[in-house]
């Protein structure tokens, strides 16, 4: 847990970098979920994706540590790792980033431009961070895992824009991916005080999350597959987990199809491109449309990181 004077700090540190991000309410997207519906633009940041935030936050501290590393060492599928690359590059810090065979081109294209050192290993994101700790030790790098308290605290920076921007929230669906962006939001909304509910968000296919709220334990998967890179994850962290248990009210499961939908309202009501990942809370909201007719609901639109191809296969599919 963190301080409101520690989240303010961080605020600070991340818009001598990026200013705050916009927030929206949408007509269009209105009319298609009967409620007033606010999105949080964090596809407008330097890598087009709320990790950044973390990124900077964390290579921050660690620069000014009595000890600071030589180098980092992460797994990732995307924007964690573009995140990284582009804070350790602001402070000079070499970055490798692992990533698993077939991985989305354009996320490793950036990665790379960011200068990040890049490795392809394994057939999926588990077996690549897997990977990465070996070569944390052959290289003598500091291990970053996807959910640390200092990238909470940079990530919910995004949440304390929000709540300043907009007042008497009703709900807030967000994507449950590692658990940074959940847990900051929860944090934020405990810190200051607000009754505003908040609802986590999954894929059909990635489900660990939602099987582990409702057993109350943490429930660990065999296979992550969905259109949404963001949110596959099989083996949730205990320390993301504890958070949301205590503080989402429930998880919501959507389809690849319901994806797909939320990807195409965005782009044909906004003109925002939005990575699937990136559409699942509003796949949510569009599910839950009924219990949230009449209400103040935002949505978290966590990135826009997805190939041309990718794109326009999911949204004719969904047309």
Not at 15 to 44: G, M, R, S
Not at 193 to 198: P, R, S
Not at 205 to 216: I, K, V
């Amino acid at each position: 847990m963190f301080t409101l004077q520690q989240l303010e700090q961080a605020s600070e540190l991340v818009h001598q970098v990026f200013p705050a991000t916009p927030q929206y309410a949408w007509p269009q997207l209105a009319n298609i979920c009967d409620c007033e519906v606010w999105v949080k633009h964090e596809n407008h940041t330097p890598t087009s994706a709320f990790k950044v935030r973390g990124g900077l936050v964390l290579i921050d501290a660690l620069m000014k540590s009595a000890h600071p590393p030589k180098g980092l060492i992460s797994a990732t599928i995307g924007n964690h790792g573009q995140s990284l690359a582009f804070a350790g590059k602001r402070a000079g810090l070499p970055v490798t980033i692992v990533v698993p065979e077939g991985n989305n081109e354009d996320q490793n294209r950036a990665i790379k431009s960011h200068g990040a050192n890049l490795v392809i290993y394994g057939h999926d994101f588990e077996a690549a961070r897997q990977h990465s700790l070996l070569l944390q030790h052959e290289l003598g790098y500091r291990a970053v895992a996807p959910f640390e308290h200092e990238l909470v605290l940079g990530v919910a920076t995004y949440a304390l824009e929000l709540f300043n921007a907009v007042s008497d929230l009703d709900t807030i669906y967000v994507p449950i991916g590692m658990g940074s962006g959940i847990a900051g939001i929860i944090q934020v909304r405990d810190l200051l005080g607000l009754k505003t509910t908040i609802v986590g968000v999954v894929a059909t296919g990635a489900p660990t999350f939602a099987l582990s709220f409702a057993a109350g334990k943490v429930i660990n998967t065999e296979t992550a597959q969905t259109i949404a890179d963001g949110v596959k994850t099989r083996s949730p962290m205990t320390e993301a987990f504890e958070i949301i248990k205590r503080g989402c009210d429930h998880i919501v499961q959507v389809t690849d199809g319901e994806i797909a939908q939320a990807m195409m309202h965005y782009y044909q009501a906004t003109h925002n491109l939005a990575e699937g990942a990136g559409a699942i809370s509003l796949a949510a909201l569009i599910k839950e449309k009924e219990q949230m007719s009449g209400k103040k609901v935002a949505v978290i639109l966590t990135g826009a990181n997805i190939d041309y191809q990718r794109f326009s296969q999911y949204i004719n599919a969904a047309m």
